[in-house]
């Protein structure tokens, strides 16, 4: 199985800041990945898929980079509403994995 | 507009079974690979299983293999996962979810359904 590796687990920023959270494959995965933001109670929402494509109706603020193993989500100037947790998933090979996820919290 | 809506869910006792249902609309079901994926309490997202278009390719997690069935019915726009053998490391919210191997993204999911696996 492909394990997807995320960091930071947690990270503090303010409205306005850039966040960047990496996920990492265990091996070459090309660009099978997604992005989901998820809030609480809530079932998660896709931001970015094929690595780097924005979702429509995505603002585009988010932004994905990466292929092969190590990739990137960074979200440019933090609004109150992206105050959340973000998962990357692989999409190589079944099973599909998660990574641990990041959750974004107000400094 | 596209939807999804479990329901099922509930309290079983360990080594009960359970059956979750995926009712779709807004969209063509009968095109499309569906998933289940669950979220336990307080942690991360993990992918159950997929099924394709046509219900003839079913793929699990190792860990519920041999336990749970997912399956589908194009006539009534469902997707279901019968559940056997239920342990308490099962509990969780259980979302289904349409699923692009082109894009590999799960887009839509529903609102998800609690099941609760105890004594």
């Known amino acids: 199985d492909i394990q997807m590796t995320q960091s930071p687990s947690s990270v503090s920023a303010s409205v306005g800041d850039r966040v960047t959270i990496t996920c990492r494959a265990s091996?070459?995965?090309?660009?099978?990945l997604a992005w989901y933001q998820q809030k609480p109670g809530k079932a998660p929402k896709v931001l970015i898929y094929t690595a780097s494509t924005l979702q429509s109706g995505v603002p585009s603020r988010f932004s994905g980079r990466g292929s092969g193993t190590d990739f990137t989500l960074s979200i440019s100037r933090l609004q109150p509403e992206d105050f959340a947790t973000y998962f990357c998933?692989?999409?190589?090979?079944?099973?599909?994995?998660f990574g641990g996820g990041t959750r974004v919290e107000i400094k | 507009e596209v939807k999804l809506v479990e329901s099922g869910g509930g309290l079983v006792q360990p080594g009960g079974s359970l059956g979750l249902s995926c009712a779709a609309s807004?969209?063509?079901?009968?095109?499309?690979?569906m998933t289940w994926v669950r979220q336990g309490p307080g942690k991360g997202l993990e992918w159950v299983a997929n099924?394709?278009?046509?219900?003839?390719?079913?793929y699990y997690v190792d860990s519920v293999k041999g336990r749970f069935t997912i399956s589908r019915d194009t006539a009534k726009n469902s997707l279901y996962l019968q559940m056997n053998s239920l342990r308490a490391e099962d509990t969780a919210v259980y979302y289904c979810?349409?699923?692009?191997?082109?894009?590999?993204?799960?887009?839509?999911w529903g609102q998800g359904s609690l099941v609760t696996v105890s004594s």
């Open positions: 807004g969209f063509t079901f009968s095109n499309y690979w």
């Open positions: 998933q692989q999409a190589n090979s079944f099973p599909l994995t």
């Open positions: 979810a349409s699923y692009d191997p082109k894009s590999g993204c799960l887009d839509p």
């Open positions: 099924i394709k278009p046509d219900g003839s390719e079913k």
């Open positions: 091996q070459d995965i090309s660009s099978s």
